[in-house]
T-cell receptor
Framework: KAGVTQTPRYLIKTRGQQVTLSCSPI?????VSWYQQTPGQGLQFLFE???????NKGNFPGRFSGRQFSNSRSEMNVSTLELGDSALYLC?????????????FGPGTRLLVL | AQSVAQPEDQVNVAEGNPLTVKCTYS??????LFWYVQYPNRGLQFLLK??????LVKGSYGFEAEFNKSQTSFHLKKPSALVSDSALYFC??????????????FGTGTRLQVTL
């Protein structure tokens, strides 16, 4: 089975721009979560989607948004980019919702904001 | 609120020696605990998880972890380290009282360096 895929792998943007990142979960997985990884803050939860509905949200400003499509693919969008948004954005999928579920991560999208 | 602590930023071990990467947790209810490994420029790879049952959990690549409820710890171990085990290791926790939420809370990571 193919793993979680994320596109693009690398991205350079300038302050004020917006960006859209894409995630395709493992086939059959219905839950997708997004995390931001930075050297200073570590791994932080952004949001989780299941059946096209946001189920859980982390403590990020409204500039960060996401959605999930009927095929479980997910996108996240960051508007009005700031320098501090430079990070590795990781997508993870799991078969279903639930505290016992294992999340499998993609390779990430590395975003650099100049 | 749930939290995880990884007290060591880096662990150094010689190849062939046993390794331990430490993790302690704090949750309101019973914990679900996970270990992930991250190689340079890669995402996180799942190693193992503790849900319930045996306190010793076996995972991928020869790794195992011991759940200790009284010490609120979930240390990652391997009997014989390999140079290829050198990577960044993350411990993560979920509170089983979180309902259907899948959010993981991660530790700050421990860099494992295995030398010849």
């Amino acid at each position: 089975k193919a793993g979680v895929t994320q596109t693009p792998r690398y991205l350079i943007k300038t302050r004020g721009q917006q960006v859209t990142l894409s995630c395709s979960p493992i086939s059959g997985h219905r839950s997708v979560s997004w995390y931001q990884q930075t050297p200073g803050q570590g791994l932080q939860f952004l949001f989780e989607y299941f059946s096209e509905t946001q189920r859980n949200k982390g403590n990020f400003p409204g500039r960060f948004s996401g959605r999930q499509f009927s095929n479980s693919r997910s996108e996240m969008n960051v508007s009005t980019l700031e320098l501090g948004d430079s990070a590795l954005y990781l997508c993870a999928s799991s078969a279903n919702l639930g505290t016992q579920e294992t999340q499998y991560f993609g390779p990430g999208t590395r975003l650099l904001v100049l | 609120a749930q939290s995880v602590a990884q007290p060591e930023d880096q662990v150094n071990v010689a190849e062939g020696n046993p390794l331990t990467v430490k993790c302690t947790y704090s949750v309101s209810g019973n914990p679900y605990l996970f270990w992930y490994v991250q190689y340079p420029n890669r995402g996180l790879q799942f190693l193992l998880k503790y849900i319930t049952g045996d306190n010793l959990v076996k995972g991928s690549y020869g790794f195992e972890a011991e759940f200790n409820k009284s010490q609120t710890s979930f240390h990652l171990k391997k009997p014989s380290a390999l140079v290829s085990d050198s990577a960044l290791y993350f411990c993560a926790v979920r509170d089983m009282r979180s309902g259907t939420a899948s959010k993981l809370t991660f530790g700050t990571g421990t860099r494992l360096q295995v030398t010849l």
